[in-house]
């Protein structure tokens, strides 16, 4: 069998195959964060799909640090019920469930909110100049993350993933190109990872020895800021406290375009996994089979995050197992036409 339709197992959870849904917002909750039939129509559509572990777009742990209207909330003990309700259905069909949890910082995109950030520095020219938080602030801050945490673990959740990249707070903080304090949380590397070694130790208290993700972006491509191997040192303190993958993506800092093609972030993953020995997941316009097992086979990442292929096709496992010539397991109600699943040749 192909090594992304194999079982993977970490910290004794074992993934049925390779294939992660990449966290993606929908914008799609209502003011409360609340999760709606959307979601369980989305998501369920992506587990019945296949997919070995799929993760909801970003749950926020504060109200104000959402990354826009209509995104899912894990500030309040009132989202688990609705989240664990979710978490059980994508169960139900086979797959597991992440959780990624962050605080949008300067881009929070909502009306009536102070940004906050470790500096007050815009993203832009034409941005909101955010307020810099304040050193006795950060201790409630890094406790809302634990909170969350402690709800996601109520909720079900498989895996948990810290996010800290594509400019939002924790990849401000990070980042010398949106943190220049000179305080205990800025200057060099080790102080800009202060706020994310304090989070991982809340959050490991309140989730336990369970997976532990952390999403980072790898480069900020712009000249000063972090690159790949900044993250070789990043990295190596997020082992040491106990992190199980690094999921590596790239940018957000500032307003760049980036030339992408495929698999264009799949180099920061398999440096990381070479030079620090631990697991990476693979994300980057990763369009198909042949492409994701040539990422794995050549020890280049141990996971295929899928994000926009996945939009457009909820089947991308299946897909992806016709591009390798494998079988892979039929939903028992698409075998009534016998051994084919989900052929287009067939009539209704």
């Avoid at 994310?196 to 952390?214: A, C, T, Y």
């Amino acid at each position: 069998m192909s090594l992304l339709l194999s079982p993977f197992e970490i910290k004794g959870l074992k993934l049925k195959n390779r294939v992660v849904m990449s966290p993606m917002c929908m914008h799609s909750a209502g003011e409360d964060g609340l999760v709606t039939d959307w979601h369980r129509v989305h998501y369920g559509a992506r587990a019945l799909g296949q997919a070995g572990l799929i993760f909801f777009e970003t749950l926020a742990v504060h109200e104000d640090g959402r990354i826009g209207q209509g995104d899912l909330g894990i500030w309040s003990d009132d989202h688990v019920s609705g989240l664990r309700g979710l978490t059980d259905l994508l169960h139900s069909l086979g797959a597991k469930v992440g959780a990624q949890i962050g605080h949008a910082g300067r881009n929070a995109d909502l009306p009536g909110v102070v940004r906050i950030a470790p500096s007050a520095i815009p993203f832009t020219p034409q941005s909101p100049v955010p307020r810099e938080i304040a050193v006795e602030e950060i201790p409630e801050l890094v406790k809302s993350f634990g909170r969350a945490a402690r709800r996601a673990r109520d909720a079900g959740f498989d895996v948990l993933e810290l996010h800290t990249a594509h400019g939002y707070l924790l990849n401000e903080f990070l980042s010398p190109l949106a943190n220049t304090r000179d305080d205990e949380y800025g200057g060099d590397a080790a102080r800009r990872y202060r706020i994310v070694r304090e989070i991982i130790e809340e959050v490991k208290r309140h989730w336990g020895d369970r997976p532990l993700f952390v999403r980072i972006s790898s480069t900020d491509y712009s000249e000063g800021g972090n690159t790949p191997d900044s993250f070789l040192e990043y990295g190596r303190w997020m082992k040491e406290q106990g992190v199980d993958l690094i999921d590596c993506s790239s940018g957000g800092i500032k307003m760049i375009k980036v030339q992408a093609y495929p698999g264009y972030q799949v180099p920061a993953a398999e440096l990381l996994r070479r030079e620090i020995g631990i697991a990476t997941g693979a994300v980057g316009l990763i369009q198909n089979g042949r492409q994701a097992e040539e990422i794995l086979q050549n020890g280049r990442a141990d996971l295929v995050f899928v994000g926009r292929q996945m939009l457009r096709d909820p089947f991308w496992v299946r897909s992806a197992a016709d591009d390798l010539k494998e079988h892979i397991e039929t939903p028992p109600p698409y075998t009534r036409y016998g051994s084919v699943w989900l052929d287009t040749r067939l009539s209704a």
